[in-house]
């Protein structure tokens, strides 16, 4: 056991979990939307019995804010940055003596995108985002319409499937992978990989789901080291081929970039997607409305991100003294940014839990986030999802789902791990 990753562990999630477990048998709220199956099953009715009149509420050792608006504004508020709390001091000699060997490149520790403020924030983010502009998205439209019908042609016609694992994630790790020059057959590794990594975006994880979250970014350092050697051999036409022959990152800023990509790239839009299919087969009105106005499919898309955010929450630690929302906070004060209770909050989306693809203002949602940190890759989401659920619900009109869909054990990234469905027969046209 390295004892960085115990520091780590007790820090982010030891300490947590200890008074998360004690909030939980007094009933709080909190800890069971946080850390209850509550809050992984049906983190609406918690939400709203927590609202109040908005603004931010005092919860355990820190805030939390369930109003569009102020999440919105605190996101945008260069006096909030992001990061971690220390927990448990240490002094510069026991810091320097872990330091010799770091944390391996992972999504939640910086130099991750996710985990650092400017200036940095910029010198990370900027060799990436020429992949991700609108005009570079677009020129992936043809390639995510092959392999979403490559991957509706090998569904069983008329039979039953899983729709995530045969659709949902296969639609977005095909497309990252590639546009990261991994090989295909790699895919269902980088899919494993992602599954033991995403719960470092909670808090309070066991000590077991942390050290398979550890050992699996192990195993992606060492991948990523000898592919970047590949590259820097014979470059491709790709966005890490770039960052290694063009940008002035370290091996372990590279390796950073590449796995935040990674799991960016399919981890958001695998629970976007999943999210979609059921709201849509759930709402079968709604997805007549689509089959007889088409042009209304990108706005569905915002409305179920609106609804069901399949990112639910994100956090920014004060880095002065400051005043909002009526509240003093001072340094370190951390402050919870519900996003799923943002995009309900009556105050901006009237009847905010009634699924409405017409809903006019359904793009306010906080989906994405806002501010320096909104997600780079949200237009190819939105691209992949639009041209997904559309391609699938139109190839088999008769698609239901069999059995309840399965939840993945996440509170931060929300979705599912499993969609019992049975396809239906397959239409012979599709427009």
Same mark, same amino acid.
């Given at each position: ?15 947590v ?6 909030k ?9 939307? +946080?850390?209850?199956?509550?809050g992984?099953?049906?983190?609406? *009715?918690?939400?709203?019995?927590? /609202? ?6 005092r ?6 804010? %369930?109003?569009?608006?102020? &999440? ?6 260069? #006096? ?12 510069? #000699?026991a810091?320097?003596l872990?330091?010799r ?6 999504p ?9 403020? =400017? ?5 990370? /983010? ?5 992949? %991700? $502009? ?13 392999v ?8 069983p ?10 659709? *949902?994630? =296969?639609?977005?790790i ?10 295909? +057959? ?11 990594? +995403?719960p ?7 000590? =077991? ?9 192990? #195993?992606?350092?060492?991948y ?11 470059p ?6 770039s960052?290694? $022959? ?8 590279? &390796?950073t970039?590449?796995?935040l990509?990674? @799991?960016?790239? %399919? ?37 179920v991100?609106r609804?069901?955010a ?11 003294d400051l005043e909002?929302? @009526?509240?003093?906070?001072r340094?370190? +004060? ?11 909050d009556?105050?901006? %989306? ?8 017409? /809903? ?16 780079? @890759?949200?237009?190819l *989401? ?14 088999f009109?008769?698609?239901?789902? $069999? ?6 054990p996440?509170?931060?990234l ?18």
């Amino acid at each position: 056991m390295r004892p960085q990753y115990l520091y780590r562990w007790v820090n982010h999630h030891g300490l947590v979990r200890a008074a998360e477990k004690v909030k939980l048998r007094q009933g709080d709220l909190f800890a069971r939307l +946080s850390g209850g199956p509550e809050g992984i099953e049906n983190p609406y *009715a918690l939400i709203e019995e927590m /609202r109040g009149a908005g603004g931010l509420h005092r919860v355990t050792s820190a805030w939390i804010t %369930f109003d569009h608006d102020l &999440c919105r504004e605190i996101l945008r508020d260069n #006096r909030f940055g992001t990061g971690m709390p220390e927990l448990v001091p240490l002094s510069g #000699r026991a810091r320097a003596l872990l330091q010799r060997r770091p944390i391996p490149p992972n999504p939640v520790d910086p130099p991750s995108m996710l985990m650092i403020d =400017q200036p940095e924030h910029t010198r990370m /983010r900027k060799p990436v985002a020429a992949a %991700f $502009t609108p005009r570079a998205v677009a020129r992936l439209r043809d390639r995510i319409a092959g392999v979403t019908d490559e991957l509706l042609t090998a569904l069983p016609d008329d039979g039953p499937v899983d729709l995530v694992t045969r659709f *949902a994630s =296969q639609v977005p790790i095909a497309i990252i992978s590639e546009m990261l020059g991994f090989p295909d +057959s790699d895919r269902e590794m980088f899919l494993q990989w992602g599954d033991e990594i +995403s719960p470092l975006l909670d808090l309070g994880i066991s000590w =077991q789901a942390h050290s398979r979250a550890m050992k699996a970014s192990e #195993r992606i350092h060492a991948y990523l080291l000898d592919h970047i050697e590949r590259l820097r051999a014979e470059p491709g036409d790709d966005i890490l081929s770039s960052l290694v $022959t063009a940008a002035d990152l370290t091996d372990h800023e590279l &390796c950073t970039s590449a796995t935040l990509l990674m @799991g960016a790239g %399919f981890e958001t839009t695998v629970n976007l997607i999943g999210k979609g299919i059921v709201w849509l087969l759930e709402h079968p009105d709604q997805l007549d409305r689509l089959r007889a106005e088409p042009e209304l499919w990108s706005n569905a898309v915002e409305e179920v991100l609106r609804i069901d955010a399949p990112v639910q929450t994100t956090a920014r630690v004060a880095l002065t003294d400051l005043e909002i929302a @009526g509240r003093r906070l001072r340094p370190g +004060s951390t402050v919870v940014l519900s996003l799923a209770g943002a995009n309900r909050d009556p105050a901006v %989306f009237p009847d905010p839990a009634r699924f409405d693809i017409t /809903r006019e203002n359904a793009k306010n949602h906080l989906g994405f986030s806002s501010g320096i940190h909104v997600c780079l @890759g949200a237009g190819l *989401a939105r691209m992949e999802a639009t041209h997904a659920l559309r391609a699938l619900t139109e190839t088999f009109p008769d698609l239901r789902l $069999t059995d309840p869909p399965t939840r993945r054990p996440l509170f931060t990234l929300h979705g599912y791990s499993h969609l019992p469905a049975h396809t239906g027969a397959r239409a012979r046209t599709r427009v």
